[in-house]
């Protein structure tokens, strides 16, 4: 660019630099002097030479950037709800060719950055695990060397606003989620992130499969272990499948909600502190509660059957259950997110099992309709087959599925429990015999049961109980319950359990109480086993275990 362009000259100093007409009269020749010649030369090389350092200081990295406002940290000041300007910010996920032309402005984490050159330099920005590719070219009056410079300094997961115009590629882009770029004018970094960080998120989002291959081809990448994740959970949870898991997870516990209501029933909260167990056993968390013993609830049973005496006909509640068993499985925690349903039934505890039936092939249903996105996110960290399932569920009693395991080569105790191995088992040949990976085992033995569950009436060593299974795992306990005081008096007894310690729960039968019944299920343990994930911890945002209380 010419400096004429750069610089237009001032009309002023135009006039400055004209020959004076009357001494050219006077002079009688014409021309100007030697000495004006010389005083116009010297102008001329002034003005070159200003339209010089204007045209450098756009790309000199030690002069003053006529663009320094357009890029950098943003001060404190402006971070503390000083205005409100009325910018508007679009989300990373709204990035489509719709908008190709338009400026943007987006929030986000810087993901990675690479420099081309000193001139150029590629950010990828990522909100809520979908990411863009951001593009700073030096331009004249756009994007200053300064600018390019303040970019490729900025450390992995800072979080930036970036300003700029929507583009489209010619060609696909393979390292951001979204087809199209943002030609930055603007550069800012609201929050630094140290320039090392604990795990990189590149290493936490990396699939098995993806390490298995590099190992095959002589490459070693990093893997990142489970209590490591754990003890940076923060950074953990921003890797797409994370993203995913907490956004499904979230999703059943609205489709939950959403159901019962439909279906008349009343969301209710119970309390955590209680008096005494309410499961039986000794796997309780004890406390002082202002000087009387109490503990840490262990499901909101007791309390969801007085909901139903005091004529609530239909609840469900979603609330924190704590167990404190010394289970090191993949399957337990010691806190977990409690999904429970209490009813009243007319005549038969399949009516419990109707809604199960109805609830889940819904949730089913609705979890690969509305997260579709969610589901491939975790499916690139974590492959797995969608789960089978059948329209109408499939139910067995517990002697039938021991009947299969016998045919299979499996004895196991008709009146005793399932193990997780003869859990799996079964599943298997479920699946095998009937194409499905959800289905109901009912009739349990009254012996494996809680004390407030119903005997059956043809043989009082069966329950009215059941169990629900997906893959193979068990995620529901449920049954009928009793309603008749003196019984529940006999089997609390009958359990080891100290009838004093929940006398307000067993007086509530003494007033009059329906027919009822109920399940409960782990929201963790639905999402980790729809998702096929190995780890329960996965589906826990801060997991507490048998060794683990923080973060």
């Not at 002097?33 to 350092?53: D, G, P």
């Not at 299969?404 to 429990?417: R, Y």
């Amino acid at each position: 660019m010419s400096s004429d362009t750069q610089n237009p000259p001032n009309p002023k100093e135009e006039e400055e630099q004209q020959p004076d007409a009357a001494n050219n009269d006077n002079n009688n020749a014409g021309s100007i002097s030697k000495k004006a010649a010389k005083k116009e030369a010297a102008k001329q090389q002034k003005l070159h030479s200003k339209a010089a350092a204007s045209l450098s200081s756009a790309t000199s990295p030690d002069a003053p950037d006529p663009l320094a406002a357009h890029y950098g940290g943003v001060p404190l000041e402006e971070l503390q709800s000083k205005a409100v300007t009325g910018r508007q910010w679009t989300e990373v996920g709204s990035l489509t060719e719709e908008l190709r032309d338009r400026t943007v402005l987006v929030r986000g984490r810087v993901q990675t950055v690479r420099a081309v050159s000193k001139k150029m330099a590629f950010l990828i920005v990522r909100e809520k695990g979908l990411t863009v590719q951001c593009v700073l070219s030096v331009c004249p009056d756009v994007v200053s060397l300064g600018m390019v410079k303040f970019a490729t300094g900025l450390s992995r997961e800072s979080y930036v606003d970036v300003e700029g115009t929507v583009s489209v590629p010619d060609s696909p882009i393979k390292g951001a989620s979204q087809q199209v770029e943002i030609q930055v004018r603007k550069v800012y970094c609201v929050s630094k992130a140290v320039p090392t960080l604990p795990i990189n998120i590149e290493d936490a989002a990396r699939s098995e499969v993806e390490i298995d291959k590099a190992l095959q081809a002589g490459e070693q990448l990093v893997r990142v272990n489970q209590d490591t994740r754990l003890n940076f959970r923060v950074l953990d949870l921003r890797t797409p499948s994370n993203q995913g898991i907490f956004r499904i997870q979230c999703q059943v516990e609205n489709i939950f909600r959403q159901f019962l209501l439909s279906e008349g029933f009343v969301g209710i909260h119970t309390p955590k502190l209680i008096a005494g167990s309410s499961e039986g056993g000794s796997a309780v968390f004890r406390l002082d509660y202002k000087g009387q013993p109490a503990c840490l609830a262990q499901s909101p049973q007791l309390h969801k059957q007085m909901a139903i005496c005091g004529d609530f006909g239909r609840v469900f509640e979603v609330g924190p259950v704590f167990r404190a068993e010394d289970s090191f499985t993949h399957r337990h925690l010691c806190e977990f997110t409690g999904l429970d349903v209490e009813m009243e039934i007319k005549e038969h505890y399949s009516e419990v099992m109707d809604i199960v039936d109805r609830l889940f092939v819904a949730l089913f249903d609705s979890l690969n309709e509305r997260c579709e996105k969610e589901l491939e996110a975790i499916g690139k960290q974590y492959p797995f087959e969608p789960l089978k399932y059948l329209r109408k569920t499939l139910r067995l009693t517990f002697q039938e599925g021991v009947q299969l395991l016998k045919e299979a080569g499996i004895e196991i105790d008709p009146l005793g429990d399932l193990n997780t191995e003869s859990e799996r088992k079964l599943g298997q040949l479920v699946l095998e015999k009937y194409g499905t990976e959800f289905y109901i085992l009912h009739r349990y033995p009254l012996a494996v049961r809680p004390f407030y569950t119903m005997p059956c009436s043809d043989d009082p060593t069966y329950s009215t109980s059941f169990d629900v299974f997906i893959r193979g795992e068990e995620i529901i306990s449920g049954a009928q319950r009793v309603h008749l005081p003196d019984l529940l008096t006999t089997r609390a007894e009958a359990c080891g359990i100290d009838v004093k310690t929940i006398s307000t729960y067993v007086d509530s039968f003494w007033y009059g109480a329906p027919p009822h019944g109920g399940f409960g299920v782990g929201l963790e343990r639905v999402v980790m086993l729809f998702c096929a994930l190995n780890n329960i911890r996965k589906t826990s945002l801060f997991p507490r275990d048998p060794l683990r209380i923080a973060p």
